[in-house]
């Protein structure tokens, strides 16, 4: 699991082969049915066994190598090895690998009553791996997977030390080395547990908890796809409003996400839904507020969807935002976003 590695049918034929390969390129990922904010990329049957005993804890890992390379070696029965999620530093895209139900090999003896999560990156250069929004998107993931089982938030604090031992009974959630009977280092010193444990109790330092947001990619169709849409065009990538995840919806979703500094895969998750939304209030006009007007009319508010951000809009606006329990100020800010994209 660690140090991760590494025309003779004709015109006609190479150019079939290379249309297939362009179709095999825009599949949509799959969601997982664990945490629908993840893509599902599974690990090969070979590198994970049924488990027998419940979950009660989560193992922190980092990879100690790249976020494709964990995923292409998990997929390796050559690896032996496996973890339930790997996500990326740049962005904090999630992939799970292995159903929560299943027994990933990712800690040894304790493999039986924890799920495995992966942070790309090494151990020895956490400044430039472990990231705000790879922090952000594990925490996330790692309340999530307590809250679906009712577990404590018992997250070490690296007050004994980073390679401490800290019996099970104390915390729930801890790194690979504080595991007894291991032989691995990670997360390493430098992994920050009272930011971590701050962040997965719902923290964010500024008082709010980090929103997860839905997966939205390549032949999905709906009101959340038409929302996207509209934000490009508000970010002033030309296309057509339709619905429907096309080819033309992905190139612009890539385009964006490279503009930002996102790794540009054309999914829309985590990290890219908070850089697409736009802050939109009364007065506003475009197409963001054309995104607003259609959400709302999908919770029967019967408005015209013009552009025009005017009192009807805002009406419209802060009951949405009554019956969503937010506040209701009548301005479409990231919580009332996040609430309409799911």
């Not at 179709?23 to 027998?52: E, F, G, K, M």
């Not at 690998?97 to 040894?108: F, L, P, R, T």
């Not at 925490?139 to 980073?162: E, N, P």
């Not at 010193?189 to 444990?197: L, N």
Request: proline share 4%; aromatic share 10%.
């Amino acid at each position: 699991m660690k140090n991760i590695f590494r025309s003779a049918f004709g015109t006609s034929f190479a150019k079939l082969l290379a249309s297939l390969c362009i179709l095999a390129s825009v599949q949509p990922a799959l969601a997982s049915t664990d945490y629908p904010p993840a893509i599902w990329n599974p690990a090969a049957s070979c590198n994970y066994s049924a488990r027998t005993a419940a979950i009660s804890h989560v193992t922190v890992h980092t990879t100690q190598g790249s976020y494709a390379g964990s995923i292409s070696w998990f997929q390796n029965c050559s690896a032996g090895v496996s973890a339930h999620y790997v996500i990326r530093s740049s962005d904090g895209q999630v992939t799970q690998m292995v159903n929560e139900s299943a027994k990933a090999w990712h800690v040894g003896n304790s493999n039986g009553y924890t799920v495995g999560i992966e942070h790309e990156g090494y151990v020895a250069n956490p400044s430039a791996w472990y990231t705000t929004a790879m922090y952000t998107a594990s925490a996330a993931l790692t309340r999530d997977i307590l809250a679906s089982r009712s577990l404590a938030q018992k997250v070490y604090d690296g007050a004994s030390g980073w390679n401490a031992v800290p019996s099970d009974s104390l915390f729930n959630v801890k790194g690979h080395v504080n595991f007894a009977s291991q032989s691995h280092t990670d997360p390493g010193s430098g992994w920050d547990w009272p930011r971590y444990k701050s962040l997965v109790a719902g923290s964010t330092g500024g008082g709010s908890t980090p929103a997860t947001w839905p997966l939205v990619q390549y032949g999905n169709t709906g009101e959340r796809v038409r929302t996207i849409q509209y934000l490009l065009q508000q970010w002033g990538y030309s296309l057509t409003v339709n619905a429907s995840f096309d080819t033309a919806t992905q190139t612009a979703v890539k385009n964006f996400q490279s503009s930002h500094g996102l790794g540009s895969d054309g999914v829309v998750g985590n990290a890219t839904w908070p850089a697409l939304v736009v802050l939109t209030q009364q007065g506003d006009s475009g197409a963001k507020v054309r995104a607003v007007q259609s959400q709302l009319n999908e919770s029967g508010a019967g408005i015209t969807v013009d552009g025009a951000f005017g009192p009807a809009t805002a009406t419209a606006v802060r009951n949405y935002q009554t019956s969503k329990g937010l506040s209701a100020d009548g301005i479409v800010g990231d919580d009332t976003w996040n609430k309409m994209a799911w």
